[in-house]
T-cell receptor, first 111, second 115 residues
């Protein structure tokens, strides 16, 4: 069974304190790994897609990286507006479901 | 352009009643997905429509759940004889095609509360 595990469950940072969120996955064949941001009371907002190990993508203060077993979302010098839940999802070759999601990391950035 | 829209945004119902949740995907998107998000849980896949193909219903938790997609656009998720464990946020997403590894765009969700 495809599994996606995100850690930590919650992370509290001071403004400007860089850190990383982890998404580890066990799938039979990865077709793509997705990062989403979800604000309270809203649907997930697409951030990145990564397709192969070694790939990196950046957007403002966020950078996503991918290895064969995990992905990291690096947050550089975060601001309070970066506070949200960050979701990781995978699309696997052998799976029947379009996306398998992790439970997310709830990030709080304190001014 | 307009994103994915869902209605109602909130629905409170009594146990045993039927409910219908609506999703309007992004215009031109051929694939449409329903997910359920319960407190403290990840998004759980329910059903997937791609064009005129038969839907993938493998995620529906029971036969009380069903969904339709009319004219390849609007979709309705119906829950019959609602139970308290059906309380959750129901999210709809669409994508340009049903090709795997293409990003899905989500609506704001419908928060369902079953009393």
């Amino acid at each position: 069974e495809d599994q996606v595990t995100q850690s930590p469950e919650a992370l509290r940072l001071q403004e400007g304190e860089s850190s990383s969120l982890n998404c580890s996955y066990t799938v039979s064949g990865l077709r793509g790994l997705f990062w989403y941001r979800q604000d309270p009371g809203k649907g997930p907002e697409f951030l990145f897609t990564l397709y192969s190990a070694g790939e990196e993508k950046e957007k403002e203060r966020l950078k996503a990286t991918l290895t064969k077993k995990e992905s990291f979302l690096h947050i550089t010098a975060p601001k309070p507006e970066d506070s949200a839940t960050y979701l990781c999802a995978v699309d696997a070759e052998a799976g029947n479901t379009p996306l398998v999601f992790g439970k997310g990391t709830r990030l709080s950035v304190i001014a | 352009g307009a994103g994915v829209s869902q209605s109602p945004s909130n629905k409170v119902t009594e146990k045993g009643k039927d409910v219908e949740l609506r999703c309007d995907p992004i215009s031109g998107h051929t694939a449409l997905y329903w997910y359920r998000q319960s407190l403290g849980q990840g998004l759980e896949f329910l059903i997937y429509f791609q064009g005129n193909s038969a839907p993938d219903k493998s995620g529906l938790p029971s036969d009380r759940f069903s969904a339709e997609r009319t004219g390849g656009s609007v979709s309705t998720l119906t829950i019959q004889r609602t139970q308290q464990e059906d309380s959750a946020v129901y999210l709809c997403a669409s994508s340009v095609t049903g090709t795997r590894a293409i990003e899905q765009f989500f609506g704001p969700g419908t928060r369902l509360t079953v009393l």
